[in-house]
């Protein structure tokens, strides 16, 4: 384990440095906010939308299902966002109703 100064002069464990300034990759656009997962979303690679997901909600079966269907059409190794072949307005319309149920709420 190694150690380095913060700019306050304190020594901080390099396992637990937050990484400042990390420039994103235009395709990657901007960070998501906590507790949640950015896809891309659609049904073409032109008109792909991007979608935030609550990380809460990865677990129910048809966010389950979706990202089976997206390894079967992309592949485990995708590059950057996740892309999920399905219309992009069906799943925010999923993604609210499913996130009002109560055991996902």
């Known amino acids: 384990m190694w150690y380095m100064k913060n700019k306050k002069g304190f020594q901080v464990s390099g396992i637990y440095v937050r990484l400042r300034g990390h420039k994103l990759n235009k ?22 939308e991007r979608v935030l997901i609550p ?18 059409e992309f592949g485990y190794h995708q ?3 996740l892309q999920v072949p399905y219309d992009a307005n069906c799943l925010k319309k ?3 109703i499913i996130s ?6």
Do not use: C, N
């Open 27 to 48: 395709e990657d656009g901007d960070r998501a906010r906590k507790g949640y997962v950015p896809v891309l979303v659609g049904q073409e690679e032109m008109v792909m």
């Open 55 to 72: 990380t809460k909600l990865i677990d129910h079966p048809y966010i389950v299902s979706l990202l089976e269907l997206s390894a079967k």
């Open 79 to 81: 590059q950057g966002l």
């Open 94 to 96: 999923m993604v609210h």
């Open 100 to 105: 009002r149920e109560k055991q996902y709420s």
